[in-house]
């Protein structure tokens, strides 16, 4: 048991920079989509991909803010 009690501790120190964390990930990514969509060889995969990413930031700080983290 001891070690599941470190894990635990790791994950609490972590708890506040998380929402920083992802909210700074989400920032620099609609950044860069807003680049890449105006881009005239813009990839069409790529631009999914990224569309994907950003969809799935958003769900992650939504659910931090709403645990309260």
Same mark, same amino acid.
């Not at 969509?37 to 939504?62: I, K, V």
């Given at each position: 048991?001891?070690? !599941? ?9 972590? +708890?506040?920079? *998380?929402? &920083? &964390?992802? =909210? !700074? +990930? #989400? =920032? $620099? #990514?609609? *950044? ?8 005239? =060889? +813009? =990839? ?7 569309? *994907?990413?950003?969809?799935?930031? !958003? !769900?992650? +700080?939504? #659910?931090? *803010?709403?645990? $309260?983290?």
């Amino acid at each position: 048991m001891p070690q !599941q009690e470190e894990h635990d501790e790791d994950e609490c120190d972590e +708890a506040p920079e *998380r929402p &920083a &964390a992802i =909210n !700074q +990930a #989400l =920032n $620099g #990514l609609k *950044r860069l989509l807003s680049f890449k969509e105006h881009e005239p =060889n +813009a =990839n069409s995969m790529e631009l999914t991909l990224f569309m *994907r990413m950003e969809r799935s930031l !958003q !769900q992650q +700080a939504e #659910l931090s *803010r709403w645990q $309260g983290t």
